[in-house]
């Protein structure tokens, strides 16, 4: 089984819905990412969280809300989605030695927005 | 603030041929690097992780170097072959800072 998981895999959705991705993860880790990803330009930090208490925002929070569940589960909201938003994401995990460590990814969201 | 830039976007060689894929940031002060490989509707796999302190990390044929100074890595790949498609891409960890990632170089090798 997947160490990070990602749910749904596709979604298509219509402008002004709210949409919600998850992730899990069963490595133990604390801390937790979300990316979007968008051709020509790498992936950019929408949220993250080093552990159950902490939320943090990123480049690119506006239009974003996230909630950490439990130190397994990291969820990304759309509150009123917009075509621009129409993306891949992904959410990451990483463990405490950050400098040292990698970060494991899910297999992604493709989200489209019409 | 870290910018990543890669060069170049996209690259195409037969099988057999030693390549390399450019990384280059603006910031000297990381903590490390890494480079990733990601396959088309797949996430993202470590390749290797480069700390401040190296100079360099070698992972079977895939051996990256970190050049600090000149705020430079590369990825040189040796014998490819056409597993080794995808798009890889670098990410560096900044002092006060977050994860930043390159757009990638998109490799094809042609069996």
């Known amino acids: 089984d997947a160490d990070v998981t990602q749910t749904p895999r596709n979604r298509i959705t219509k402008t002004g819905k709210r949409i919600m991705l998850e992730c899990s993860q069963t490595?133990?880790?604390?801390?937790m990412y979300w990316y979007r990803q968008d051709p020509g330009l790498g992936l950019r930090l929408i949220y993250y969280?080093?552990?159950?208490?902490?939320?943090n925002k990123g480049e690119i929070s506006d239009g974003y809300s996230v909630s950490r569940q439990a130190q397994a589960k990291f969820s990304l909201s759309l509150e009123s989605a917009i075509p621009n938003q129409t993306a891949l994401y992904f959410c990451?995990?990483?463990?405490?030695?950050?400098?040292?460590?990698?970060?494991?990814f899910g297999p992604g969201t493709r989200l489209t927005v019409l | 603030k870290q910018e990543v830039t890669q060069i170049p976007a996209a690259l195409s060689v037969p099988e057999g041929e030693n390549l390399v894929l450019n990384c280059s940031f603006t910031?000297?002060?990381?903590?490390?690097l890494q480079w990733f490989r990601q396959d088309p509707g797949k996430g993202l796999t470590s390749l290797l992780l480069?700390?401040?302190?190296?100079r360099e990390q070698t992972s079977g044929r895939l051996n990256a170097s970190l050049d600090k100074s000149s705020g430079r890595s590369t990825l040189y790949i040796a014998a490819s072959q056409p597993g080794d498609s995808a798009t890889y891409l670098c990410?560096?960890?900044?002092?006060?800072?977050?994860?930043?990632f390159g757009p990638g170089t998109r490799l094809s090798v042609l069996p």
């Open positions: 910031d000297s002060a990381i903590y490390n």
């Open positions: 990451a995990t990483s463990g405490r030695g950050q400098h040292t460590d990698t970060q494991y």
């Open positions: 480069i700390q401040s302190s190296q």
């Open positions: 969280s080093f552990d159950v208490k902490d939320i």
């Open positions: 490595k133990g880790h604390d801390r």
């Open positions: 990410a560096v960890l900044s002092y006060g800072q977050n994860f930043v």
